[in-house]
């Protein structure tokens, strides 16, 4: 069973930025593709971006794109979202997802393993 565990998130001011990090277990990170997804307060989950698993594959959320960057390490089964100039709907909690495929997808039920989330929260 894959372990993927978030880290980098916290508070920052608006048009800020943080990079999220996802590390994850086992052998076979280089084969899936991995996702990034937020929840605000009250909100259900939202798509935020996507790689596939070789890396040239990424997709955006509209609301994101232009800012975020998604990109991914192999060798050290890790994947990142570089967030700049962020806002304060940004705020939420983070949470990187396994789809055990190689192509990246952008609905959530297509991805079966999930970390425990970072929180990510953006000041005005």
């Known amino acids: 069973q894959v372990q993927l565990v978030e880290s980098g998130g916290g508070l920052v001011q608006a048009g800020g930025s943080l990079r999220l990090s996802c590390a994850a277990s086992?052998?076979?990170?280089?084969?899936?593709?991995m996702g990034w997804f937020r929840q605000a307060p009250g909100k259900e989950h939202e798509f935020v971006s996507a790689i596939s698993s070789s890396g040239a594959t990424p997709y955006y959320a509209d609301s994101v794109k232009g800012r975020f960057t998604i990109s991914r390490d192999n060798p050290k089964n890790t994947v990142y979202l570089q967030m700049n100039f962020l806002k304060p709907e940004d705020t939420a909690v983070y949470y990187c997802a396994r789809r055990k495929t190689s192509y990246p997808s952008r609905s959530r039920d297509q991805y079966d393993a999930w970390g425990q989330g970072t929180q990510v929260t953006v000041s005005s």
């Open positions: 086992g052998r076979t990170f280089s084969s899936y593709a």
